[in-house]
């Protein structure tokens, strides 16, 4: 399992185990280990960047799990996620086969399936058309098209596990999925926008990903998604399930691309994040809408929506993603209060580091 220590690659470990698998954890040595706290798992060091490092790593597995990548849309530039998205499968697939490994499940993701203009739900058939695609998306298309080349040309079985918005935790490193829950939440004006998105939770990725090892055919990828919901759907449950009120305005691509600009420009100034980018807003309006029933064949049953948002916000609202004054205004719903007892415990220190 590359990228064992985020979000999903963590998530994954604890499906396998739970259905009774053996699993085996790579990690950097710089690695934030919260993620895996209590598993029953051993943690081998090895690195993407020293591809030297993979081979022994893999040695003995039937199965590599590559959730490693980076995601971001800021502070990273095209040749870095290049580096990392694309290069690094390209390492891992080398390792794998000269390891003996039989099948690599790749996670990539729903874009590389495209979005639409209204409302309409795309298949695993779809590609993207002319819209705007950021970096990331564009090295998640190469990343995809490199695994299913060289898996073919190594022999290895290559199947691609393509997530939609992943929300969920515990989220340490906080990933731009559930960035934008705590983002509406600490907007004032509780601005929501044109266009949707498809929202599916962590944790039924995670089962997804195991359940494509097992069935998946080589060669395909799987889209892995939940329900299809606009945006004010959205933002309107979350402000249900957090006792607010809200949405309150409605983001125009013109406003949104000033203000992401404004916010661009006050993090290089400010050495830190921007809320909000660019790349982001120059997507608003799309519908990032999806079907998973080619994966649903295989016995793919994710939770609803609302029930994704219920169990995210369970750790958001008492995570250090929120300031002291957006947390204290908030009035969780019984059923985010429940859903924060469910979860699992990591250790509050680490190093900050991300898996």
């Known amino acids: 399992m590359t990228g064992a220590s985020g979000l999903v690659g963590s998530q994954v470990v604890r499906a396998l185990l739970a259905g009774g698998h053996r699993a085996r954890a790579l990690v950097r040595r710089s690695s934030d280990l919260r993620q895996l706290h209590g598993l029953d798992v051993p943690l081998v060091n090895a690195d993407l960047r020293h591809p030297d490092s993979l081979r022994p790593a893999f040695e003995g597995c039937d ?153 998946g055919t080589a060669g395909e990828r799987y889209l892995l998604g939940g329900e299809n919901w606009a945006w004010r759907t959205i933002h309107q449950t979350v402000s249900e399930l957090c006792g607010t009120r809200g949405p309150w305005v409605t983001a125009t691509h013109t406003g949104a691309y000033l203000a992401a600009t404004v916010g661009e420009i006050r993090a290089v100034l400010t050495a830190t994040a921007p809320a909000t980018t660019r790349a982001e807003a120059r997507t608003m309006g799309r519908f990032y809408w999806y079907r998973h029933d080619k994966a649903a064949g295989l016995g793919y049953r994710p939770r609803p929506a609302r029930q994704a948002l219920v169990e995210a916000l369970g750790w958001l609202v008492t995570s250090p993603h929120l300031s002291d004054r957006v947390r204290s205004a908030l009035r969780p719903h019984p059923e985010v209060t429940a859903a924060r007892e469910l979860l699992p415990r990591p250790l509050e220190g680490g190093d900050g580091a991300a898996g």
């Open 63 to 215: 199965t590599v799990f590559h959730c490693a990548a980076v995601f971001a849309y800021w502070d990273a530039s095209r040749e870095e996620l290049t580096r990392a998205n694309v290069e690094g499968t390209r390492e891992v697939l080398r390792a794998a086969a000269a390891a003996g490994v039989r099948r690599v499940v790749v996670t990539s993701s729903s874009i590389t399936c495209g979005s639409s203009g209204g409302p309409v739900a795309r298949d695993e058939e779809w590609m993207p058309g002319e819209e705007y695609l950021p970096d990331y998306f564009i090295t998640k298309l190469e990343q995809e098209r490199t695994a299913f080349a060289l898996g073919a040309e190594l022999g290895l079985e290559v199947v691609a596990a393509c997530p939609t918005i992943v929300v969920g935790g515990p989220d340490w490193r906080l990933v731009p999925s559930n960035a934008l829950i705590t983002r509406y939440l600490a907007d004032s004006l509780r601005t929501t926008y044109p266009g949707g998105c498809n929202i599916v939770s962590v944790r039924d990725v995670a089962a997804g990903h195991v359940l494509l090892a097992e069935r």
